[in-house]
């Protein structure tokens, strides 16, 4: 059967050559991003404008290559030259665009570079500033290549890690991913070698291999992101956890916010099935191994493995106290695995090229790769996936491109409502799991979202604790009521009543929160309050004593206003108001109403003279007492 | 209806990890949880109707009354808070005339606030039904509503 798996390496490397030397290919990056900026669109504007000409071109679907910042993006293969890519593009842009490198004009604006070698003076994509310091293991093909054709995924090397597992013993395999350092991506870090070993050794049967996949984390996309990219990787890394581990049932416990994540993977594990990988006697051999998807239902705290088990057995998802641990007593009381997606999608890499190959790229304690997704305000926001070791400097200035908008930084927010904010002096840290824990931030998941000067710190903080405050399952009161507690004095302090002692009330409630909370989501939650206070003091002072938002976004600390030399009286930001509160005559400079005016900031986002401004405007006592009037 | 749902429950019958694999096939039949279809679960699955709802109110998937023809969802993910998601779920709330959890009196839209959508690249972002709206701005929020409405 081993000759079986050659033979359709064989076939699918045809079907993949075949598909590079086709001559006219247009790739169209499918994936949510690119759906969500719009490829539709462009595809349909490529449909159009191809049926007009006579030329026979191929249209493939692929995942999302990471440079979300420039979708909607398509490459396009013209002869047997490298495909091209062009971003950012809207449905007009599309027959100049097509005209032009058909015409073998490759330049224009929405140019990003060549995937493989540059030609005719045009520079490869690796090459580009945002990919130049990436180095890619777990997303290595997404975005190249069609995420639901096996043999795409085949002639890229793909099963060759399940082959050679298969080969070994199943110790020898958790041996194998012991030695290569791997830890777990879902932000603990726990040796993933180690947790398997322990699974293996635990007595029961049947055992479960689960697959957390609850990407809950707001500000977080790696996980759906590989999943719509390369599901066949994750797949493959399942079945080879379950090979070592000595189980035949997995599940992916996938949100339900991931509709073509969970698509995909229902066509790929068919697919997958069909051809031998999974199922009984997988490639021949006496192992078997059922895959299953199961959705979430909308609760963070089922990211938290035992209450992640209690949501797939039909409970509330409500954490229990460990020990036992899911290796001894798990999912239905038997022995159960849960390893996050990028752990199990870091598998089939070492299983193809050895624990010493892995093992030799990130630094000593954090082996292998670390997968952002890096939001906020910065160019180019994306999927990246940087050797562990990388500075967040380079993360931010190289990869990220800087702050957007000639903004300047305030802080970069690592590992979601469990993490912390760090300022600009911070920037110099490595990313691993040790140095950012040490920064009181985490290594988290993988979001990492940055923030300028327009952004509140306390603010950032309310909003983190407003968001674990609701997803608190309520089982331990120091999280249920203690977030909700944090929450009100930070909502407090963010419209001008904060008083002395609320900042020692805050770190004297976390300190509570984080002791008598039985999970990571009530043991993590003050995380962002805390960074802020230690980090951004100052900010919080400004809006205890001074009453004043520094960064101008706390609604109730501002007033809007119009700056009368710089007004054209253009009327657009009256006809945009949505309470009717600026008034003016044509061509004469406006005035708003502060009284009536909502604050939404409908006006700054119309004007196109830059004449709307947020100024301070501390609460006065008398607005407070209900007198009106204020200032 | 009726039958809809008890081929949806029966493949469960007796089984308790059915809960919410069936009401989420349920949601997406009817768009919402009613009375009539956790009596129906609780006989085939052999589970308290309290037990259900127990579980039910835990997820924030699950509707208990009829939704909007159409949803719209903003989210207020870290991304889309850190680009104005706040101000755009405002300028729509204002827009429809019904807060977030709401549905628009002429039962044509249901408004509700997402915690991640997970395009946190393409902030602040809007979802109508499986429509997926990147790089919105309030502008553009109130234009989109207006086209939705004529086709509402």
Redesign the interface.
């Known amino acids: 059967m081993a000759e079986d798996l050659k033979v359709q390496i064989e076939r699918a490397e045809e079907v993949w050559n075949t598909l590079q030397a086709k001559g006219d290919v247009i790739y169209l990056g499918t994936a949510?991003?690119g759906?969500?900026?719009?490829i539709r669109q462009v595809s349909e504007a490529i449909t159009e404008h191809l049926s007009t000409g006579d030329r026979d071109v191929e249209l493939v679907e692929v995942g999302c290559i990471g440079m979300?910042?420039f979708?909607p993006m398509i490459y396009v293969q013209t002869g047997a030259k490298a495909p091209v890519v062009y971003g950012g593009l809207e449905p007009k842009d599309i027959p100049k665009l097509l005209d032009g490198v058909y015409g073998g004009d490759y330049e224009n604006d929405h140019l990003l570079g060549v995937i493989g070698d540059g030609f005719d003076g045009l520079q490869s994509i690796y090459d580009h500033p945002m990919v130049a310091p990436q180095k890619r293991i777990i997303t290595e093909n997404a975005g190249l290549s069609d995420p639901v054709d096996i043999d795409h995924y085949l002639a890229r090397g793909g099963f060759k890690g399940l082959e050679r597992a298969l080969s070994m013993t199943p110790d020898e395999v958790v041996d194998e991913v012991l030695r290569s350092g791997l830890r777990g991506r879902g932000g603990a870090g726990f040796p993933t070698g180690r947790k398997w070993a322990l699974c293996r050794a635990a007595e029961g049967a049947p055992k479960y291999m689960i697959c957390n996949a609850d990407?809950?984390?707001?500000?977080?996309?790696m996980d759906?992101s590989i999943l719509e990219g390369d599901p066949y990787r994750v797949i493959e890394g399942m079945i080879i956890a379950g090979y070592a581990i000595g189980c035949d049932e997995g599940i992916f416990y996938v949100r339900?916010?991931?509709?073509l994540a969970i698509e995909r993977l229902e066509i790929c594990m068919a697919e997958a099935e069909k051809r031998g990988f999974l199922g009984n006697n997988i490639l021949g051999t006496d192992f078997s191994h059922q895959l299953t998807i199961?959705?979430g239902?909308?609760?963070?705290v089922c990211g938290e493995e035992t209450a992640l088990m209690a949501?797939?057995?039909?409970?509330?998802?409500m954490p229990r106290p460990r020990p036992p641990f899911p290796a001894q007593k798990g999912l239905w009381g038997k022995p159960t695995n849960i390893n996050n997606v990028k752990s199990v999608s870091s598998v089939p890499s070492i299983l193809r090229a050895g624990a010493d190959w892995y093992a030799a790229v990130g630094t000593d304690s954090t082996t292998g790769t670390a997968v952002f997704?890096i939001?906020?305000?910065i160019n180019h926001?994306?999927?990246i996936e940087v050797p562990m070791g990388i500075t967040l400097k380079e993360i931010v200035e190289d990869i990220g491109g800087g702050v957007a908008n000639g903004r300047s930084f305030k802080a970069v927010?690592t590992g979601?409502p469990s993490g912390g904010c760090l300022p600009a002096d911070k920037l110099d840290l490595t990313v691993d799991f040790e140095s950012l824990t040490a920064a009181g931030a985490i290594m988290g998941s993988g979001?990492m979202?940055v923030?300028d000067d327009e952004?509140c710190m306390v603010d950032?903080a309310k909003?983190?604790i407003s968001?674990t405050q609701y997803?608190s399952?309520g089982k331990c009161p120091p999280c249920r009521i203690g977030t909700k507690k944090m929450k009100d004095l930070l909502e407090k302090i963010t419209v001008g009543k904060g008083e002395d002692g609320d900042l020692e009330t805050l770190e004297r409630l976390a300190s509570t929160v984080k002791a008598g909370s039985l999970c990571a989501l009530g043991g993590t939650a003050p995380n962002p309050v805390l960074s802020t206070i230690r980090y951004f003091r100052d900010e919080y002072e400004a809006h205890i004593k001074d009453k004043v938002c520094p960064a101008k976004a706390c609604r109730e600390l501002i007033a809007y206003t119009i700056d009368a030399e710089k007004c054209t009286g253009c009327t657009l930001c009256a006809r945009?108001c949505?309470t009717s509160c600026i008034e003016g005559e044509t061509k004469e400079a406006h005035v708003i109403d502060t009284d009536a005016c909502?604050k939404?900031?409908?006006c700054i986002?119309?004007c196109r003279f830059d004449a709307v401004h947020k100024i301070d405007s501390p609460p006065s006592q008398c607005a407070d007492e209900g007198q009106g009037g204020g200032d | 209806m009726a039958t809809d749902i008890s081929q949806i429950i029966e493949p469960y019958r007796g089984q308790r990890k059915g809960i919410i694999p069936v009401l989420q096939a349920v949601q997406e039949e009817d768009g919402y949880i009613s009375i009539e279809a956790v009596k129906a679960m609780s006989k085939v699955l052999g589970v308290s109707e309290n037990d259900i709802y127990g579980v039910a109110t835990f997820y924030s998937q699950f509707k208990f009354e009829k939704p909007g023809d159409h949803i719209v969802r903003v989210c207020l993910g870290t991304a889309c808070h850190v680009r104005g998601g706040a101000e755009l779920l405002d300028v729509i709330e204002r827009d429809l005339d019904a807060k977030a959890g709401e549905t628009t009196e002429d039962g044509k839209f249901t408004l509700e606030r997402v915690a991640c959508m997970g395009c946190c690249a393409v902030a602040p972002v809007l979802v109508v039904d499986d429509e997926i709206y990147g790089k919105m701005s309030p502008g553009k929020a109130k234009e989109q509503i207006k086209k939705w409405r004529e086709v509402a």
Not at chain 1, 215 to 221: K, L, S, T
């Open positions: 949510s991003c759906i969500a900026a719009g979300c910042c979708e990407e809950g984390d707001p500000g977080a996309f759906r339900a916010e991931y509709p199961k959705k239902a909308g609760a963070f949501s797939i057995e039909g409970k509330r998802g997704c939001t906020g305000k926001t994306g999927l927010q979601g979001g979202v923030m952004n950032v909003f983190f968001f997803e399952c945009n949505p909502v939404c900031g409908m986002t119309s």
